[in-house]
Nanobody, 123 residues
Framework: QVQLVESGGGLVQAGGSLRLSCAYS????????MAWFRQAPGKEREFVARITRSGEGIYYADSVKGRFTISRDNAKNTVYLQMNSLKFEDTAVYYC????????????????WGQGTQVTVSS
């Protein structure tokens, strides 16, 4: 059983910070590629950031590069998304995702998903 659970969302003012966490369990998830996606109302699910199995390969969407940082702690079975300098446009439900085989920004290649955590940024 593979499970991902996001936490850390909330309401913040523009310019503020949040750190999202994704706790994962099942099999050897340290061997999985992990990613964060987000989805605003009426919008397509959007890639945010991804990280490789050991954590040395990292990629960000242009919209968040320089503001967000993805990291993972395999000993704690957790992946993080540190979000700084938040903008109103960052408002969305943020989802953690995992797949066993690909380093990819395509949502359709991810097998496992968390339930999402709401991030709301006020202007």
């Amino acid at each position: 059983q593979v499970q991902l659970v996001e936490s850390g969302g909330g309401l913040v003012q523009a310019g503020g910070s949040l750190r999202l966490s994704c706790a994962y369990s099942g099999r050897t998830l340290s061997s999985y590629f992990m990613a964060w996606f987000r989805q605003a109302p009426g919008k397509e699910r959007e890639f945010v950031a991804r990280i490789t199995r050991s954590g040395e390969g990292i990629y960000y969407a242009d919209s968040v590069k320089g503001r967000f940082t993805i990291s993972r702690d395999n000993a704690k079975n957790t992946v993080y998304l540190q979000m700084n300098s938040l903008k109103f446009e960052d408002t969305a439900v943020y989802y953690c995702a995992a797949n066993a085989y690909y380093s990819t920004s395509n949502y359709y290649q991810y097998t496992y998903w968390g339930q999402g955590t709401q991030v709301t940024v006020s202007s």
